[in-house]
């Protein structure tokens, strides 16, 4: 049977291509396919323990078994595109203006709205950083971005989450995402904002690559968690 692999971050510069067709046993699972292209690049090896997968856009365990014509996305740990419609959940390449980002969440019944900011800075494990840069399976990232949402308002009584995230390059100093969530009380917003940012940075699909002084890398691409099947959290 054919499937269509997919690769992104530490894994796309490795094998110089961001996507392939390949021929594998009927049967085949996520993780025999991992095995099988670790025997052709043993360089992947060591990425083995942290590599998460994804058929046809959603999260699968290793023992997943694949159909033919299925899409596999081979996903590196997540560091914690165009512009789409949704005013909600977006990935955007242009600089995130974090004023309409809490005004989509506006809504007369609520008395307190949360936004998070999270900026590029300037130093990172000792290092001086000059910029940051980031990748997206933007298709997958905004599924989960609005998995998110939906968990917040399930777990908490808010009335509207939104999170935008930017791609490509991003100066030191400017907002590389954005959160906000309005709710009828502080706690409620404060909370699920919180919990928003942590679970976006676990299993949202984009990638940080930090460039500093000296050299490059990307930020938890050899070790991290790696998702093994279920539901995420």
């Given at each position: 049977m054919i499937i269509h692999l997919r690769y992104f971050a530490s894994l796309r510069e490795r094998l110089k291509t961001s996507a392939a067709t390949r021929e594998v046993p009927a049967g085949s699972s996520a993780g025999a396919v991992w095995s099988a292209l670790?025997?052709?690049?043993?360089?992947?090896?060591?990425?083995?323990?942290?590599?998460?997968?994804?058929?046809?856009?959603?999260?699968?365990?290793?023992?997943?078994?694949?159909?033919?014509?299925d899409e596999l996305a081979l996903i590196p740990p997540v560091s914690g595109g165009a512009p789409v419609d949704d005013p909600l959940f977006r990935i955007v390449s242009d600089p995130i203006d974090a004023a309409a980002v809490t005004a989509a969440v506006a809504d007369p019944a609520t008395g307190a709205t949360c936004t998070f900011i999270g900026t590029t800075r300037d130093?990172?494990?000792?290092?001086?950083?000059?910029?940051?840069?980031?990748e997206a399976y933007p298709e997958m990232a905004l599924a989960e971005m609005r998995k998110i949402g939906d968990e917040a308002r399930r777990r908490w009584p808010v009335a509207k989450v939104a999170i935008v995230h930017r791609i490509g390059v991003v100066p030191i100093g400017e907002a590389s995402v954005v959160i906000a969530v309005s709710s009828a009380h502080r706690v409620a917003a404060f909370d699920a904002c919180h919990f928003a940012i942590d679970r976006l940075k676990e299993v949202v699909p984009i990638w940080k690559k930090e460039h500093f002084d000296g050299g490059e890398v990307w930020i938890g691409s050899q070790t991290g968690k790696r998702y093994t099947g279920g539901k995420p959290g």
């Open positions: 670790c025997a052709d690049h043993p360089e992947l090896e060591p990425m083995s323990a942290s590599v998460s997968f994804a058929v046809n856009r959603e999260y699968v365990g290793r023992e997943h078994v694949l159909a033919d014509g130093h990172n494990d000792g290092r001086q950083v000059t910029t940051l840069e980031y």
